[in-house]
């Protein structure tokens, strides 16, 4: 139940991951966005933003080339990146630590597939099932035998009273 819970979640994160990929204004590979200092770029694209013309200019084109350097593309936008790429770093981090990472499943971050983990659960949850069924049955039947051989010694002498047949 908490794989199956776990798995959902993951879904639900990489579905996050994929919407947040898709308002960037370029494309930032998932290994580069992990290491952008978003917390650098943004304060010095605030500190750009309030300073006075032309070091408001200069200062914003550094940062724009600098984000797209990133991204593998001359200039990006960081007034609508730098507050995507602080959430994505944030579900990345999510779908890294998510609990199905750490168990041996086919888990391949962002490009999991879920719905067949979530097929893989369900044949496992019916295997434990089936076994524990099968298991209780055969504990049951062990549970019997074990309480009838002590009394397999018993026989029926005389009329209708029981003694101990190993005498």
């Not at 494309?27 to 013309?53: F, G, Q, T």
């Amino acid at each position: 139940a908490a794989l199956t819970r776990a798995v959902s979640d993951l879904e639900k994160a990489i579905a996050t991951y994929r919407d947040g990929e898709a308002g960037l204004s370029a494309y930032y590979a998932p290994d580069i966005i992990a290491r952008i200092p978003v917390d650098d770029l943004d304060r010095d694209w605030r500190e750009a933003s309030a300073a006075m013309w032309p070091k408001s200019w200069l200062a914003a084109r550094r940062i724009r080339r600098l984000l797209g350097s990133y991204a593998n593309v001359k200039t990006a936008n960081p007034a609508t990146d730098l507050a995507l790429l602080r959430k994505l770093q944030a579900t990345h981090r999510a779908i890294e630590h998510n609990a199905v990472a750490g168990v041996p499943l086919a888990f391949a971050g962002l490009d999991t597939d879920c719905q067949a983990l979530t097929q893989h659960l369900q044949t496992a949850e019916r295997l434990r099932t089936s076994l524990d069924d099968r298991f209780h049955e055969t504990c049951v039947m062990e549970l019997m035998i074990w309480w009838r051989i002590p009394r397999l010694r018993w026989a029926k002498r005389g009329a209708g009273s029981w003694q101990d047949g190993g005498e």
